[in-house]
């Protein structure tokens, strides 16, 4: 496993900015994603998706990606990194044929609190107090809006929460692997690792789909190919417990998306969780800002 490197204190607004855009962008991803998987294999979507994301890193980074990848001394924490995303995929798009996006999303979000305890023991970052509020805050929401003793099916909600649990894991393993590799190594191996996982099943699963169809597939890929490249550069600039809060707000990009494309109108007691999901995110970005501005009058000796 590469040694980790702590992050400059300076950057973790850009840190957090980053990370902000990339669940933006992820969010239009997972909404498009849940529409598609009406009609298409969790694992064709994936392939599709993940080889626009390759060709992506090749067509921007070309020979440099290429022999940073066969150069690359951290291919096991690649394999290791990309294996749990995989599995956490199929776990969260097969729950979202029977879960609405505002609780498909919801859900998914005891991930930060997971990252967050992760980050101490594994990467041995120090979590100050806002940040474990923000997390327990954000935790709280995801009760309330899970809501257990009110849904008949619990398996769609636990496929979700399985896959937070790797979510969360990946995300580790992504800040031990982004100290020292690059963000265009990263992006190929794991579209390449994404493909080659994805195509055993591909001769039982291929449904072909009209061009249309084929080219929101990929995509989704090119959407994904700049959300994963804010998300890696964001994890350069701030530490793993102030970034994983962020993701809390994607919950707002897909109430938005749940109700544009399918006109869903969530549960109250989703928006009572959300409420306090989004709470959590703002805890920590005025937390981070009040510590930013300190250094800096520290720094100028007001």
Same mark, same amino acid.
């Given at each position: 496993m590469p040694a980790f490197k702590a992050p400059e204190a300076g950057n973790v607004m850009l840190g957090i900015g980053l990370a902000l855009s990339a669940?933006?962008?992820f969010s239009f991803q997972d909404a498009v994603v849940?529409?598609?998987v009406a009609d298409y294999a969790v694992l064709q979507i994936l392939f599709i998706r993940s080889m626009a994301i390759a060709l992506v890193a090749l067509g921007v980074y070309r020979k440099k990606a290429v022999l940073g990848l066969i150069k690359s001394r951290h291919k096991p924490a690649l394999l290791l990194r990309a294996a749990a995303m995989v599995i956490a995929w199929l776990c969260y798009y097969t729950a979202a044929r029977s879960l609405v996006l505002a609780d498909l999303v919801t &859900?998914?979000?005891?991930a930060p609190l997971i990252i967050t305890v992760m980050?101490?023991?594994i990467l041995g970052e120090k979590v100050n107090p806002a940040r474990w509020v923000a997390v327990f805050v954000g935790l709280a929401g995801v009760i309330v809006a899970a809501n257990p003793t009110g849904r008949p099916d619990l398996l769609p909600a636990g496929l979700v929460l399985i896959a937070a649990c790797l979510w969360a894991w990946a995300n580790i393993l992504m800040r031990q692997i982004s100290s020292s590799e690059s963000t265009e190594v990263q992006m190929l191996f794991t579209g390449l690792a994404f493909c080659v996982a994805c195509a055993p099943a &591909?001769?039982?699963?291929?449904?072909?789909?009209p061009p249309l169809t084929f080219a929101l597939m990929a995509g989704i890929g090119a959407f994904a190919a700049i959300g994963q490249y804010l998300m890696y550069e964001s994890v350069r600039h701030a530490p793993a417990s102030a970034v994983a809060p962020t993701s809390y707000t994607s919950l707002g990009w897909a109430f938005l998306w749940g109700w544009v494309i399918w006109a869903d109108i969530p549960e109250p007691t989703v928006f009572a969780g959300a409420g306090l999901i989004l709470l959590g995110s703002v805890i920590v970005v005025g937390s981070e800002w009040r510590r930013m501005r300190?250094?800096?009058?520290?720094?100028?000796?007001?």
């Open positions: 669940n933006a962008v849940k529409w598609l &859900l998914y979000y005891a980050s101490i023991y &591909l001769p039982w699963i291929w449904v072909t789909p300190q250094r800096r009058i520290g720094g100028n000796g007001v």
